[in-house]
C-alpha cells in the first residue's frame, strides 16, 4: 500500500501531539500535513497563502478537522471544501470534543463523512486516530474528485 498524506486540523497543541504520536505508528501515513486553524487548513487544501506553490496532484487521503477553530471554525471549512470539485469527496473526520447536537446535524448536513468524539484517555485517543486512519486509508474506497 502506498503511503498517504493525512491533514489534520487542530488548534489544541496537546491534541495535535497525540495525534501526531498515533499517526507516526501507521506505517501507510507518508506524510501529516498540519494546519492550526481553518484559513490555514483552506490555504494548504487549495495551495493559497502560506502553501501557494504546494502541488495540488498531492491531495490529503483523509482530512481530521476540529471543529472549534480559530478564524474560520471546521463548518465553515466542510462547507467551503464540499463545494469545491477538487475537494468535494475528500474524506473528513470531524474530532471534536463537542458532544452538541447542532454540531453533529450541522456537520452531517455539510457533508462530514464520520463523526468523532475525542476520547479524553491518552491511550483511547491513539487507538481512537489508528482505528480512523486505518479504516479510512485501507478500508474504504473514494471516488475521485
Given at each position: 500500500?502506498?503511503?498517504?498524506?493525512?491533514?489534520?486540523?487542530?488548534?489544541?497543541?496537546?491534541?495535535?501531539?497525540?495525534?501526531?504520536r498515533?499517526?507516526?505508528?501507521?506505517?501507510?501515513?507518508?506524510?501529516?500535513?498540519?494546519?492550526?486553524?481553518?484559513?490555514?487548513?483552506?490555504?494548504?487544501?487549495?495551495?493559497?497563502g502560506?502553501?501557494?506553490?504546494?502541488d495540488?496532484?498531492?491531495?490529503?487521503?483523509l482530512m481530521?478537522?476540529?471543529?472549534?477553530?480559530?478564524?474560520?471554525?471546521?463548518?465553515?471549512?466542510?462547507?467551503?471544501?464540499?463545494?469545491?470539485?477538487s475537494?468535494?469527496?475528500?474524506?473528513?473526520?470531524?474530532?471534536?470534543?463537542?458532544?452538541?447536537?447542532?454540531?453533529?446535524?450541522?456537520?452531517?448536513?455539510?457533508?462530514?463523512?464520520?463523526?468523532?468524539?475525542?476520547?479524553v484517555?491518552?491511550?483511547?485517543?491513539?487507538?481512537?486516530?489508528?482505528?480512523?486512519?486505518?479504516?479510512?486509508?485501507?478500508?474504504?474506497?473514494t471516488?475521485?474528485?
Amino acid at each position: 500500500m502506498s503511503e498517504k498524506i493525512v491533514l489534520l486540523v487542530e488548534d489544541n497543541p496537546d491534541d495535535e501531539a497525540l495525534a501526531m504520536r498515533a499517526l507516526r505508528r501507521i506505517p501507510f501515513v507518508g506524510q501529516v500535513a498540519i494546519a492550526r486553524d481553518g484559513v490555514e487548513a483552506l490555504d494548504y487544501l487549495f495551495a493559497n497563502g502560506s502553501h501557494a506553490g504546494r502541488d495540488l496532484t498531492q491531495m490529503p487521503a483523509l482530512m481530521l478537522l476540529d471543529l472549534k477553530l480559530p478564524k474560520l471554525n471546521g463548518l465553515e471549512v466542510l462547507q467551503r471544501l464540499r463545494a469545491n470539485p477538487s475537494t468535494q469527496f475528500l474524506p473528513v473526520v470531524i474530532l471534536t470534543t463537542s458532544k452538541e447536537e447542532q454540531d453533529l446535524t450541522s456537520s452531517y448536513r455539510l457533508g462530514c463523512n464520520s463523526y468523532i468524539c475525542k476520547p479524553v484517555d491518552f491511550v483511547e485517543f491513539t487507538e481512537t486516530i489508528e482505528q480512523i486512519v486505518r479504516y479510512w486509508l485501507c478500508l474504504n474506497e473514494t471516488p475521485r474528485g
